[in-house]
C-alpha cells in the first residue's frame, strides 16, 4: 500500500487525517509503522477515488474504507483454509490484502473479489497486477455475491452482517466453507458464522463468538457509548446501587456475551473505554455501572426504565445452566430464517432479517 491515513485528532474534536505517501521520504518511517504495526489500516477518506490522490490532511466527513486488523484477517483465512486452485469469493475488497493472499495461495485464476465501492475496487486492480495478480475484481452489493463464477469452494467476507446472505450459501460449492462476522445494531460482541457444505450436499453451520470490533479504531460512536450519554452516566445518579457478591460472566466469556447482545434487544453497547464495566442502551438511555469493592465484591448501578443488571443475571443463569456454550449451532429455516441454539436448544434466538437496502457494518 503505497498511501495510507493517520488520524491527528482526538475524539470529540473535529476529525482531522493526513495522507501519507511512500514518495516522499519524510512519510516512510510513520508509513511503514502503520502498515507493520498491525492494526487496521485507513484507506479512503469521504468516498474519494484511490488512484492519483494528493498526500496531505482531509477534515471532516470520514474514513470509509480500511483493512482488517492485520492479526484477526491472518486467523480468519487459516481457518478459512485455503489452498492451490481453490475457488474463492472475497468479500469486501478493500485494500485488496484479503485478495492478493487468497491469489497468492490459490492462483488468481480462481478468485474473484468484490466490493460496493467502485474507486477502492478500481485501485485494488491496479495493486493486485502491480503484484503480478489478475483475480477477476468485481464492483457490487457483497450480499448478492457473484453468481457469474459460482460455486466457490471458500467464501470469506470482512464486513460484518446481522443475518448471513442467503446469496452467498447458494453459491457455496459442496466441501465448500463460508465465513462471515455476524453482528447487531451494536457491533460490541460480533460473532463469526461459519457455514460449510457437505460433500452429499448438506449445509453445517455454527455461530462462534468472536473477537471485539473495537480492536479496527473506526466507527467509535458505534461502538463506545457516545459523549453525550457519557456525560449523563457520569452525572446522573442511578435508579438504585448495591453491592453484589455475583459477578457476571468475564469479558473472555464471549459465548455469553453474543448471547445478550442478540436476546437482550440487541442494543446494548459496552462502553469499552470506560475503566470498568460499563453497558449502555442508548435507544432508551438506561445504564449499568459494575465497579469492584474489594474482594468478590461489586458496586452495581443501574438506571432507566431497564434493569440491565437483572437482565444479565438471568441470562447468565441460563448461559451457565446450559453449559457455557462459546459457540451456538446455526439453523436455516425453509423460509429464510435464521436461528442459533445452544446444543440443546434452551438457549437460541432468531438473527435479524437484513434491512433494505442492505449496509454492512465495517469491522
Ligand atoms: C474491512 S474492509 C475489507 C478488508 C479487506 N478484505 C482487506 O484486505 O483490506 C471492508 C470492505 O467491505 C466493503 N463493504 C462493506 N459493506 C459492503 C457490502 N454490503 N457489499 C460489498 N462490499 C462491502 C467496504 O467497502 C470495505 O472496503
Known sequence: MPQAYVRRSAVGETPRWDLLDWSDPQDRPELLELLYGGGSVLVQHDGEPLLGRARGSRTGASITSMSTVMSLTASLLEELGLGPGKRVLDVGTGTGVTA???????????????????????????????????PTVACGPGEEGFPDRAPYDRIFVSYAVEHVPAALVDQLARGGRLLVHVTTASPSWPALAVVERTLDGQFRAELRAGGFAHCAGHGLERILLTEEFRSHLASEPGTWTQQSTLALPADTDRGFWVAADHLLGGSLVRDFAAEHLVIGAPSCGSW?????????????????????WKELQDLAALWRAVGSPDRYRLLFAPDGGQRAASECGRLSWQLLEPPLPYEGAIL
Open 288 to 308: 449499568l455501572r459494575v465497579e469492584p469493592a474489594g474482594h468478590r465484591r461489586w458496586n452495581v448501578t443501574v438506571r432507566g426504565p431497564r434493569d440491565i
Open 100 to 134: 492478493a493472499v487468497a491469489c497468492q495461495v490459490c492462483g488468481d485464476g480462481s478468485v474473484v473479489t468484490l466490493d460496493r465501492d467502485r474507486p477502492l475496487t478500481e485501485a485494488a486492480a491496479v495493486r493486485l497486477a502491480d503484484l503480478g495478480f489478475r
